[in-house]
């Protein structure tokens, strides 16, 4: 493969909220000039404020905005942007898009339009790591023609079995079948739903694993055919397929683990012609089988924890590959550094249901000193806007072991404040104590099996509450005294998170 290099100049950023800063800090460390882009909701975000240039591309709904092609190509000719990063979610594994912006003569930043359609498809990725000896979950590499061929697969496979969307992805269009009386009906179902959701019915079977561990690969690769892995993202605490805590190591994988996944992520990814960031995605079963599920191809939510164990700044290096250069480093020169771990913080109300709680951020402080990073944009007195993904910030800490990570972690939370909206640290708190959080048998029930509101909640003992009762009649009888209360006094989840403190102080 022959490619001349072609430095980037401008950037435009092709996303909102904390990635798009990510993105931006990285490309002016650079010397590379960056243009935002922004709905009208977003007038005021930091995103809009931290790039050199910034333009409107419309109305609040994504699909008005964000999701424009056309408005964001013209973004890009008003402004001389050069090349397009897309961040993750809205257009960024959109082939489509990609190809719009290398139409236009600009650099994508990102894999190439044929790789994003062909991991698009299950089937198709699925098709290209068997080839390359890539373990499978036992089940069907095609399409599924008919129920009666479906219930003879099954039926070899041994039920449970899951019957998944081609064109899904992220848990969308997935159907367990405990038996054989129920294949037909869910099949159906199956087969609808495809259609409907993604306008492609094709669907196929797996042996469905009733409790893996989520475990992802980092790769990156250059235009010149080198690839390389950055090791394992554990991913498995998470809530109908969100993910709330990612790690990196796995407490579970061993180093002829890490390399057998490695390599075999590797593999999937030059099936495809891959080249910049992507993330190849495993189920790990109880007897640490690693099988292939998918592949992301962009930069995921969790990369800071690669970032952190690795030293690699993916943003910097996806960058340089779109420019051409080959990668600055080889497998030999990787090496894992510390334990790095990352919690998602929702703007979501764990004692109500997960229920969205946006608002105003009436007071907003970040946790600081070693080992902390937040990936965030917003500040105190900002309007989290309804129409967008509910995550406020990412927090991540690194430290020499795992041990020590999750005590910083856990330091870390209780140093953020946000008041204001209910959010979904204190729930990370909880899982980050779970004793099989912490001894690392965890699997992707752990929510599912472990988490009740009431875990939120402790009961207090008889001093506690009397603490507890004496404390808030001081905290009365001073809000009293200056007649007037203090706006963060009144928050709901100011007043759990007090009542919290107290418990603890005196557990
Ligand atoms: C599975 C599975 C069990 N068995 N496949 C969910 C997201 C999509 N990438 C694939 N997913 C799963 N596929 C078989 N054959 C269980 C899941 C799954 C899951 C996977 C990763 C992370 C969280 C998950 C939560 C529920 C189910």
Known sequence: MSVSNRKIRKILVANRGEIALRIMRSAKEMGIRTVAIYSEADREALHVRYADEAVCVGPPPSSESYLRIDRILEACRQTGADAVHPGYGFLSENARFARAVEEAGLIFIGPSPESIELMGSKLAAKEAAQKHGVPLVPGTAEALTDVEQGKRIAREIGYPVLIKASAGGGGKGMRVVEKEEDFAEQMERAVSEAVSAFGD?????????????????????????????????????????????????????????????????????????????????????????????????????????????????????????????PLSFTQDELAINGHAIEVRVYAEDPRNNFLPNVGKLLSYERPQGPGVRVDDAFEAGMQIPIYYDPMIAKLIVHAKNREEAIARMLRAISEYTITGIATTLDFCAFALRHPSFVDGSFDTNFVKKYFTPEVLNPALSEEELQTAAAFATHLWAEQKQQSQVPAGNISPNGGVKRSWKIARRNA
């Open 201 to 325: 019915g094709a669907v196929f079977i797996e042996k469905y694993i009733g409790s893996p561990k989520h475990i992802e690969i980092q790769v990156l690769g250059d235009r010149h055919g080198n690839m390389v892995y950055l090791f394992e993202r554990e991913c498995s605490v998470q809530r109908r397929h969100q993910k709330v805590i990612e790690e990196a190591p796995s407490a579970v994988v061993d180093e002829a683990m890490r390399r057998a996944m490695g390599e075999a992520a590797v593999r999937v990814a030059k099936a495809c012609g891959y080249y910049n960031a992507g993330t190849v995605e495993f189920i790990v079963d109880e007897q640490r089988n690693f099988y292939f599920l998918e592949m992301n191809t962009r930069l995921q939510v969790e990369h800071p924890v690669t970032e952190m164990i690795t030293g690699v700044d993916l943003v910097k290096e996806q960058i340089r590959i779109a420019e051409g250069y």
